[in-house]
T-cell receptor, first 111, second 112 residues
């Protein structure tokens, strides 16, 4: 059975800190890994990673994939209170055309 | 460009009843996937529709069924509701040529 594990489960940091969120996976027929931010309801797409070692960057957020060790990290630098959310990692597999999600990391950024 | 929309926003049903949830896909997208998200959990894949046919299914019983229409909008039907069906139901649309899925705001279903 496909499995995606995220750590830590929750995190409280001060504004301005840098955080690293982890995602490991064990799936068959890997196609890509996706990161989403979920604040209230709709998960918002952040990144999709398909190739190892190529960093994707958007503002203060960046992510990288290691297909040999089967994990990805999401970095957020200079955190702001608006970064408070649940960050979801999901893996797209060719079988059943589905995304398999982890349980998420709940990030709280305090002043 | 119109994003993914879902209706209704909230719904309260009684155990044993049936419910229909609706989703309109983002313009240019022809694939719709449905997910169930229980409190504190990640979304769980229910099924996916492409060209009006089911294109993959997760571990959900047959009382969860769906439809996709020629305009790519979709419905999720759940029969014989159980208390454990209480969850946020998310619809996501995508293009069949790309992997990114874009989510709607969800329908919060409460079964009492």
């Amino acid at each position: 059975e496909d499995k995606v594990v995220q750590s830590p489960l929750s995190l409280v940091v001060h504004e301005g800190d840098t955080v690293t969120l982890n995602c490991s996976y064990e799936v068959t027929n890997f196609r890509s890994l996706l990161w989403y931010k979920q604040e209230k309801k709709a998960p918002t797409f952040l990144f999709m990673l398909t190739s190892s070692g190529i960093e994707k960057k958007s503002g203060r957020l960046s992510s990288i994939l290691d297909k040999k060790e089967l994990f990805s990290i999401l970095n957020i630098t200079a955190t702001q209170t608006g970064d408070s959310a649940v960050y979801l990692c999901a893996v797209y597999t060719g079988t059943a055309s589905k995304l398999t999600f982890g349980t998420g990391t709940r990030l709280q950024v305090t002043l | 460009e119109t994003g993914v929309t879902q209706s209704p926003t909230h719904l309260i049903k009684t155990r044993g009843q049936q419910v229909t949830l609706r989703c309109s896909s983002q313009s240019g997208h022809n694939t719709v996937s449905w997910y169930q998200q229980a409190l504190g959990q990640g979304p769980q894949f229910i099924f996916q529709y492409y060209r009006e046919e089911e294109n993959g299914r997760g571990n959900f019983p047959p009382r969860f069924s769906g439809l996709q229409f020629p305009n790519y909008s979709s419905e999720l039907n759940v029969n014989a509701l159980e208390l454990d069906d209480s969850a946020l139901y998310l619809c996501a649309s995508s293009s069949n040529t790309r992997y990114e899925q874009y989510f709607g705001p969800g329908t919060r279903l409460t079964v009492t």
